[in-house]
């Protein structure tokens, strides 16, 4: 579902008048009658639209309640408005989805652990049936209406279910779909599930060693420095292909990291022993080790130690790491040789201080600046131009390496 094409902001809000009272509709938010309920807080929505014409007048009712974490009592916004549609459709449209992945999931959770979901009194399972009491029937014989949808079979005095889709009519319609075009035995579907639970777990071990880890061997001159911290989730994303933390909880492990007792040793080791650690993880793991060490662009005698430790406890021929210091130190050759063509250009060398590169770089612009060559010709005003350009460069290069 795509909502309607409307900007929602703080200074923007959308005023939705109602039988109730008018509600605002934040980004984030929805305040009514003196109440505030935030949209991260919505479990379930309730919504009827309906359009009727009557000797030739026409009548939109709409009908959202909202019912949210922390507050017994649901939020209700009715109106009746003739032929617009009315604004309440909008912001159902932009709730929905802007809620959508926070009402599934209790759905899905309620799925994966039972093998269906209650609905409306009714038991969708996996397999693809929907059952009541003793009662059941394939959800392929459903027919449905804008908020209603009837599964029957055996004819006229059939079974039969009529079942009433105003509530999370997106979330259930979606999972419908799903569960037709993906059907499963509840007892599949639970061992699947706790299969997938248990190599999480799997995985969010591994991720916490891997933490505390990094966090011993940034600590071993010293205090991890934010570029350090920063560095942590990142290779744990991209550099390693693990689930990362969210910022909060990732900051809560490299405190438990830091007030920790055991040595680097002791998790490196435990890595190793991890019979679900890949044996293809290990040189990466090793790589990491050295970008969080280097992320001061400092590599400290006792970082290099713990790097050496590293490779001996994974069994990996080394020193790994010296590959990466030739690396960098090619790497920072080259930056210090572009940064030598800049000087040049300035007429300085890299020992100059910042207050002499600003004064220089004053006196040359004054020099090279093209209205000063006018007089002389359009030749000489190009000529004036490349080389006020090319100083220009050369300054803001300088300036950004010097952090002027």
């Not at 799903?178 to 799997?202: F, M, N």
Request: hydrophobic share 35%; net charge neutral.
């Amino acid at each position: 579902m795509s909502p309607r094409t409307l900007y929602i902001s703080e200074e923007k809000p959308l005023r939705l008048k109602s039988i109730f009272g008018t509600a605002t509709l934040y980004p984030d938010r929805i305040e009514h009658r003196g109440e505030t309920r935030q949209l991260a807080d919505v479990t379930h929505i309730e919504w009827h639209w309906l359009s009727q014409t009557i000797n030739f007048l026409n009548q939109q009712h709409t009908h959202l309640v909202l019912h949210c974490k922390g507050h017994p009592s649901p939020l209700k916004i009715n109106r009746t408005s003739m032929y617009a549609t009315p604004k309440l459709v909008i912001a159902y449209e932009y709730i929905a989805q802007q809620t959508f992945e926070q009402r599934v999931a209790g759905y899905v959770s309620q799925l994966e652990r039972d093998g269906h979901f209650e609905y409306q009194g009714h038991r969708f399972c996996s397999d693809g049936t929907v059952a009541k009491g003793q009662a059941s029937l394939p959800l392929s014989s459903a027919k449905f209406e804008p908020f209603k949808m009837t599964l029957s079979e055996g004819g006229l005095f059939g079974t039969k279910f009529r079942i009433d889709l105003r509530v999370d009519r997106d979330v259930v319609t979606a999972l419908f779909n799903h569960i037709q075009e993906h059907p499963i035995p509840p007892a599949d579907l639970r061992a699947a599930t706790e299969h997938r639970k248990q190599a999480q777990r799997v995985l969010d071990d591994l991720t916490t060693d891997l933490v505390f880890l990094f966090v011993k061997l940034g600590e071993a001159d010293g205090t991890l420095c934010e570029r350090e911290r920063r560095k942590i989730g990142r290779l744990l994303r991209d550099g390693l292909g693990l689930p990362t933390p969210p910022p909060a909880s990732l900051d809560a492990l490299v405190q438990q990291a830091s007030t920790s007792p055991e040595p680097f040793e002791f998790y490196a080791r435990r890595i190793i022993r991890r019979q679900t650690t890949p044996s293809a993880l290990k040189p990466a793991i090793l790589d990491a080790l050295f970008e969080v060490a280097t992320a001061d662009n400092n590599l400290s005698a006792e970082e290099e130690l713990l790097l050496e430790e590293a490779e001996a406890v994974f069994g990996l021929p080394g020193p790994r790491y010296s590959a990466h210091k030739a690396r960098r130190a090619a790497q920072s050759r080259r930056r210090t040789n572009g940064a030598e063509v800049h000087y040049r250009v300035l007429g300085l060398d890299a020992s100059a201080s910042i207050e002499h590169i600003k004064q220089r770089y004053r006196r040359l612009v004054m020099q090279y600046h093209p209205d000063r060559s006018q007089h002389l010709g359009d030749s000489f005003v190009g000529e004036a131009e490349i080389r006020i350009k090319s100083i220009n460069e050369a300054y803001e290069q300088i300036c950004a390496m010097r952090g002027i």
